[in-house]
C-alpha cells in the first residue's frame, strides 16, 4: 500500500470513528476552524441570559429558523459547557493574548448589559473581546467583503452582534451564497450554494421546508453564525391613536396596514397629528429598496404593486396593481396598473417607470436580498448586470401591462413585488444608476403613497401631509411626524412620556417592562420571524 493510500485509509477510519474529520483553520484567521466557534457558542450561557437581561422576553435560538413548521429537529443545542469549550480551544491552540472585536448596533442599555455578558463568559475559557457600539455607515461597515472569498478580510472586526428579520424564509439564508455582500463575514463554499439553489428552486412549501432545514442544518453544524435568541415585535400606540380596524402585521415590512383610514384624538388647536419615528438621520431620505418596510417614509410615501397579508403569508391584493398573473410554471408574470394613477407632482405613473425601477434596482450596490432574487432571475437581467445588453430583455411593457419572462422560477416573486416601491424614471434623468441613493431626489422625494413628505430636518424630524391623488382615498390624520432614528430608537420610552409619540415599534426588554406600566399606551406583541445571533468573521486575516 502506498503511502496516499495509506492516508486515504487512515482519514477514511478516523471518519468512521469519530463522524468527523479533524478541524483546523482554513485561513490565516482562526476564526475559520470550527473549533473556536464552538467554543465560543459553548462558552455563552443563552438561557441565563435570556432569563436575566432579557427578562424572558425571549426565546432560545438554535437554528435562524423561527419555530414552527420550518424549525429543524436535528440542531445542536450547543448547550452551556465552559469545560467543553476551553477543551476545544486548546485542541485548536488558540492564542488566549487575541483580542477578539465585537461590533454591535443597538444603542439601548439591554444591548450593552449583553456585551457585558458575553465578554465576561469568554474571558472565562480565555477569550478575551472588546466591544464598540457602530456609528455612521453601519450597513457598509458590516457587509463590506473581499472582491474574492477566498481573499484578506476588509473589515477589521471578528465578530457582529446583530438581527436578521425575514421577510420570506429563504431570506434567512440567500446572502450567505458565495460572493453575497452579507454582515455575515462568510466566504461560502460550493455546498452551501447548491443548498441555497435549491430552496429557491421550488415553489411547493413542503419542499421549500426541506430545502431550508438542510440549510439551517449546515450552519449548526459548522456554526458559521451563531444564533442567539427570537424575540416578539411590540406595537406600541397611544390611546389617542384608532386604526379603525385595519389589520396589525409585521411591522417592519409593508404590508396591508390602511394606514389612511386611521383616526387621532385632535390636539389642542384642533389638529389631528401623529407623532411617530424612523425618519432619516442622514442628509437624505432612504432608498426604499434596502430596509423596506421600516423607515417612515418607505411605508407612508411610497405604494408597491400588490399588498402583502400581515404575516407576509401571501398577497392581501393590488396597491398600484389592479390585477396580476403567475403562469403555473411560474415563467411569466404580468401587473396591470390602475387607471388614473398620479405620483404626488401630477404626473401619471407608467409601466415605463415600473420597468425602469427594476433596472435600476440591479444597479443599486444594497439591493434587499428578496427583491435581488426575483429581478436576477427575470429573462436577461444577467446581460444587463453584465454590461452587455442596455435592456432587461424579459421584461416588456404594453399600456398600463408589465410582463416579466422569467428565466427561473422564483417562489417569492409576488412577496418581491408587494414590497417594492417603484421611483418616478423621469426623476432620474442623467443620474448614474450606481450611485442612485445619492441623487438630489432624496433630498425630498415624490412618492406615490397616500402620504406626502412636506418638511424635512434631517438628523431632527420629518413631516408628511396627505398625497389627496392616493388612489386608496385621502388619508385622515391631517400629520404625521417622524422623529429621526434608527432600529432601536434610544428616545422612543422618552417620547412616549412626554406625549410626543403615537406609533413605533420596539423589541427592547426594558422599554417593554416600561411601557407595559403605562395607561396611555396599548402594546400589541407580533411574533415575527427575527433571529439575533453573532456573525463570525471568517475571511482570512
Known amino acids: 500500500m502506498n503511502k496516499l493510500k495509506t492516508i486515504a485509509v487512515g482519514l477514511l477510519l478516523q471518519t468512521a470513528l469519530t463522524g468527523t474529520l479533524s478541524a483546523q483553520a482554513l485561513n490565516g484567521n482562526p476564526l475559520s476552524d470550527v473549533r473556536v466557534r464552538q467554543a465560543i457558542a459553548y462558552a455563552i450561557d443563552k438561557d441565563t441570559i435570556i432569563a436575566t437581561i432579557f427578562d424572558g422576553n425571549a426565546v432560545r435560538a438554535d437554528g435562524l429558523l423561527p419555530a414552527g413548521p420550518f424549525k429543524s429537529p436535528n440542531l445542536d443545542p450547543y448547550s452551556y459547557d465552559p469545560d467543553k469549550a476551553r477543551a476545544l480551544l486548546k485542541e485548536a491552540n488558540w492564542d488566549p493574548e487575541r483580542t477578539l472585536e465585537m461590533v454591535y448596533y443597538y444603542d439601548d442599555q439591554t444591548t450593552a448589559d449583553l456585551m457585558t455578558a458575553v465578554q465576561a463568559e469568554l474571558a472565562d475559557v480565555g477569550i478575551k473581546m472588546n466591544y464598540h457600539l457602530l456609528t455612521g455607515d453601519v450597513g457598509a461597515t458590516l457587509s463590506a467583503i473581499p472582491a474574492d472569498p477566498k481573499g484578506k478580510s476588509v473589515v477589521t472586526w471578528d465578530l457582529g452582534y446583530g438581527a436578521r428579520a425575514a421577510m420570506v424564509m429563504q431570506e434567512y439564508f440567500n446572502d450567505y451564497a458565495t460572493g453575497k455582500a452579507s454582515s455575515d463575514a462568510y466566504p461560502g463554499t460550493p455546498e452551501m450554494d447548491a443548498l441555497i439553489a435549491a430552496s429557491n428552486a421550488t415553489a411547493d412549501q413542503d419542499a421549500q421546508i426541506k430545502a431550508l432545514m438542510a440549510i439551517d442544518e449546515k450552519i449548526n453544524k459548522d456554526l458559521i453564525s451563531i444564533p442567539f435568541y427570537n424575540i416578539p415585535l411590540q406595537v406600541v400606540e397611544s390611546t389617542r391613536l384608532s386604526r379603525n380596524g385595519e389589520a396589525y402585521g409585521n411591522e417592519q415590512f409593508n404590508y396591508n396596514w390602511g394606514v389612511q383610514n386611521w383616526t387621532i384624538e385632535p390636539d389642542a388647536d384642533g389638529k389631528t397629528v401623529m407623532y411617530t419615528n424612523a425618519g432619516p438621520q442622514d442628509n437624505y431620505f432612504p432608498v426604499p429598496w434596502t430596509d423596506l418596510g421600516f423607515f417612515a417614509s418607505n411605508k407612508l410615501t411610497f405604494a408597491h404593486l400588490l399588498f402583502a397579508k400581515g ?72 446581460d444587463y448586470v453584465a454590461g452587455t445588453a442596455e435592456h432587461i ?60 413628505i412636506e418638511d424635512a430636518k434631517f438628523g431632527d424630524y420629518a413631516s408628511f401631509t396627505p398625497f389627496e391623488g392616493y388612489w386608496g382615498g385621502k388619508a385622515k390624520i391631517e400629520q404625521i411626524i417622524a422623529f429621526a432614528s434608527q432600529d432601536g430608537d434610544k428616545n422612543l420610552v422618552k417620547n412616549v412620556l412626554a406625549h410626543r409619540f403615537d406609533f413605533g415599534i420596539t423589541k427592547v426588554t426594558a422599554e417593554v417592562k416600561t411601557l407595559k ?25
Open 311 to 382: 404575516d407576509l403569508g401571501g398577497v392581501a391584493g393590488g396597491d398600484l396593481a389592479e390585477t396580476w398573473t403567475v403562469s403555473p410554471d411560474g415563467l411569466a408574470v404580468t401587473f396591470t396598473l390602475r387607471n388614473g394613477l398620479t405620483w404626488q407632482d401630477g404626473t401619471a405613473i407608467t409601466g415605463d417607470d415600473v420597468t425602469w425601477s427594476i433596472e435600476a434596482a440591479l444597479k443599486y450596490p444594497t439591493l434587499h436580498g428578496v427583491l435581488a432574487n426575483t429581478f436576477n432571475s427575470i429573462e436577461g437581467a444577467a
Open 393 to 452: 430583455s424579459g421584461l416588456s411593457v404594453d399600456g398600463a401591462t408589465i410582463t416579466l419572462k422569467m428565466a427561473k422560477l422564483d417562489p417569492n416573486v409576488l412577496a418581491a413585488f408587494a414590497q417594492f416601491a417603484p421611483l418616478p424614471k423621469a426623476q432620474f434623468a442623467g443620474v448614474d444608476l450606481t450611485l442612485l441613493g445619492q441623487a438630489p431626489y432624496w433630498q425630498h422625494p415624490i412618492g406615490s403613497g397616500p402620504y406626502v
Open 517 to 541: 406600566e403605562l395607561d396611555f399606551v396599548r402594546l400589541t406583541q407580533l411574533d415575527i420571524p427575527y433571529t439575533r445571533m453573532i456573525w463570525v468573521n471568517q475571511y482570512d486575516k
